[in-house]
């Protein structure tokens, strides 16, 4: 059974009416979290393109925007998927909206025919959540680069297979 939040949830492909409250709760974030800079211009680009190398889809509750993700297929690479974001509402966070954007990612991605999907995660600890999420999903954390970012913050990769 459904949990009351995850009910009246539907997370579906992002349109031009969806960007203003989209970018809103991106703008929020990005006080606190420094790593989210080019995902608005993703964002952007899959709205206005939603058959380029960008994707991006919303989390609708009630007619409110509470959370987005952004993807795609890795261009000129074989069958591979990248996820480039999540993010959902402060006030919806922990209640299962984070693992619906993952599926509804993981799924879309499964039918372009992607066969794995990479996720590249600074290891910061405003990031912890993220990767936690993930981890939760079935990702595997399969390799860091050490000082990759800056000195003391490593990029970690983490893999999703699809059957
Ligand atoms: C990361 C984020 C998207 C998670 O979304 P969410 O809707 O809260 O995630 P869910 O409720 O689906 O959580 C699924 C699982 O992930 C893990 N998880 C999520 N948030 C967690 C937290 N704060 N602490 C520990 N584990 C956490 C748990 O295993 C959780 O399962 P559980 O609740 O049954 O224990 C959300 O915290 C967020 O928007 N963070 C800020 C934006 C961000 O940093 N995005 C990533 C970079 S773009």
């Given at each position: 059974?459904?949990?009351?939040?995850?009910?009246?949830?539907?997370?579906?492909?992002?349109?031009?009416?969806?960007?203003?409250?989209?970018?809103?709760?991106?703008?929020?974030?990005?006080?606190?979290?420094?790593?989210?800079?080019?995902?608005?211009?993703?964002?952007?680009?899959?709205?206005?393109?939603?058959?380029?190398?960008?994707?991006?889809?919303?989390?609708?509750?009630?007619?409110?925007?509470?959370?987005?993700?952004?993807?795609?297929?890795?261009?000129?690479?074989?069958?591979?998927?990248?996820?480039?974001?999540?993010?959902?509402?402060?006030?919806?966070?922990?209640?299962?909206?984070?693992?619906?954007?993952?599926?509804?990612?993981?799924?879309?991605?499964?039918?372009?025919?992607?066969?794995?999907i990479f996720a590249e995660v600074?290891?910061?600890?405003?990031?912890?959540?993220?990767?936690?999420?993930?981890?939760?999903?079935?990702?595997?954390?399969?390799?860091?680069?050490?000082?990759?970012?800056?000195?003391?913050?490593?990029?970690?990769?983490?893999?999703?297979d699809l059957p």
């Amino acid at each position: 059974m459904l949990a009351p939040a995850l009910k009246r949830l539907a997370v579906r492909a992002a349109c031009e009416n969806d960007l203003a409250a989209a970018l809103a709760l991106l703008n929020w974030e990005k006080a606190r979290n420094p790593w989210i800079g080019r995902v608005p211009d993703l964002l952007r680009n899959a709205v206005a393109d939603p058959t380029g190398e960008h994707r991006a889809c919303v989390a609708e509750r009630d007619a409110e925007v509470v959370g987005l993700g952004v993807y795609g297929m890795v261009a000129g690479a074989v069958r591979t998927g990248m996820l480039y974001a999540v993010l959902v509402a402060p006030r919806s966070r922990r209640s299962g909206i984070g693992s619906r954007i993952v599926f509804h990612v993981t799924t879309e991605l499964a039918s372009v025919a992607a066969r794995t999907i990479f996720a590249e995660v600074p290891g910061d600890p405003c990031l912890v959540r993220y990767r936690a999420l993930l981890i939760a999903y079935g990702f595997v954390e399969e390799s860091r680069i050490d000082d990759y970012y800056r000195d003391g913050v490593p990029q970690i990769v983490s893999r999703f297979d699809l059957p």
